[in-house]
């Protein structure tokens, strides 16, 4: 089945530490996205990549970092800086033409609290 | 920047009520994409309308996109319990993609 695996699901860090979050796609889109959901509140946009080893800072970047070193894989490190790093991570991917472009495929979220 | 705004944040209807949840956008949207969330799980797709006056139907959901193409709406006819969840509408291009705030909606049997 082709989909979005995230890893890990839930995830416990303390003050002052880094944390990486894994995002892997076998849907062969070209684009794929970092949301941040906060309890009541929508999707903000943290970064997103058209293309490998390319990507553009969203709404919400500070304190966030990203890679795109393979098309199917977009990990994103909540660093030290981030002030306020506990919420829903939702990492996303879309096709960039053809049918279906821009509608995105969601993956099932990762859970960061910091202690 | 550009913003989506979703009314209402919340509604609790009886099974079988109708509901409608609204969007609007402070700027022109290229298109409007809905998405929905179940309680715990992850936002899924449900569709896209990008023509101005579109009105599309999925069983009991009709999307509708404003003349203007800066509001849109999802009416549910007859809610179901399997309707709860939360209701997002996203403005614009994938690189300019802003979703709303989300209407959460709970239905009582």
């Known amino acids: 089945d082709g989909g979005i695996t995230q890893s890990p699901k839930y995830l416990f860090r303390k003050e002052g530490q880094n944390v990486t979050l894994s995002c892997e796609q076998n849907?062969?889109?070209?684009?794929m996205y970092w949301y941040r959901q906060d309890p009541g509140q929508g999707l903000r946009l943290i970064y997103y990549?058209?293309?490998?080893?390319?990507?553009q800072k969203g709404d919400i970047a500070e304190g966030y970092s990203v890679s795109r070193e393979k098309k199917e894989s977009f990990p994103l490190t909540v660093t030290s800086a981030q002030k306020n790093p506990t919420a829903f991570y939702l990492c996303?991917?879309?096709?960039?033409?053809?049918?279906?472009?821009?509608?995105?495929?969601f993956g099932a979220g990762s859970r960061l609290t910091v202690l | 920047g550009q913003q989506v705004m979703q009314i209402p944040q919340y509604q609790h209807v009886q099974e079988g009520e109708d509901f409608t949840t609204y969007c609007n956008s402070s700027?022109?949207?290229?298109?409007i994409q809905w998405y929905k969330q179940r309680p715990g799980g992850h936002p899924v797709f449900l569709i896209q309308l990008v023509k101005s006056g579109e009105v599309k139907k999925q069983k009991r959901l009709t999307f509708q996109f404003g003349e203007a193409k800066k509001n849109s709406s999802l009416h549910i006819t007859a809610t179901q319990t399997t309707d709860v969840g939360t209701y997002f509408c996203a403005g614009g291009g994938f690189q300019k993609l802003v979703f709303g705030t989300g209407t959460r909606l709970l239905v009582s049997p």
């Open positions: 990549s058209q293309i490998v080893n390319d990507f």
């Open positions: 700027t022109t949207l290229s298109n």
């Open positions: 996303a991917s879309s096709p960039t033409g053809g049918i279906g472009a821009n509608v995105l495929t």
């Open positions: 849907l062969n889109h070209d684009a």
